[in-house]
Nanobody, 116 residues
Framework: QVQVVESGGGLVQPGGSLRLSCAAS????????MSWYRQAPGKERELVAG????????KYVDSVKGRFTISRHNTANMVYLQMNSLKSEDTAVYYC?????????WGKGTLVTVSS
């Protein structure tokens, strides 16, 4: 049974930091590209960051470059998103995604609220 579970969201002040975690199981984690997406109220879901199956490449949406860092730990089946210098516009539900072999697995999301 495939499971993708996000954690680490919460309320943070502008300029603060949060670390999101994603625990995956039920598939060969090390063979899948892992990504973080987000969806703000009234907006479409957007790709925030992605990382290759072996961690050999990463990519980011322009709005988070230099502030967010995606990483993965293949032996632990975990992927992380370190978010620094958070802004109000980063407020969204953040989703973890696993993609590979024509399949796409999603978690249920974790809410990040950036507000004073």
């Amino acid at each position: 049974q495939v499971q993708v579970v996000e954690s680490g969201g919460g309320l943070v002040q502008p300029g603060g930091s949060l670390r999101l975690s994603c625990a995956a199981s039920g598939f060969t984690f090390s063979n899948y590209v892992m990504s973080w997406y987000r969806q703000a109220p009234g907006k479409e879901r957007e790709l925030v960051a992605g990382i290759g199956s072996a961690g050999g490449w990463t990519k980011y949406v322009d709005s988070v470059k230099g502030r967010f860092t995606i990483s993965r730990h293949n032996t632990a089946n975990m992927v992380y998103l370190q978010m620094n210098s958070l802004k109000s516009e980063d407020t969204a539900v953040y989703y973890c995604n696993a993609a590979g072999y024509g399949m796409s697995y999603w978690g249920k999301g974790t809410l990040v609220t950036v507000s004073s």
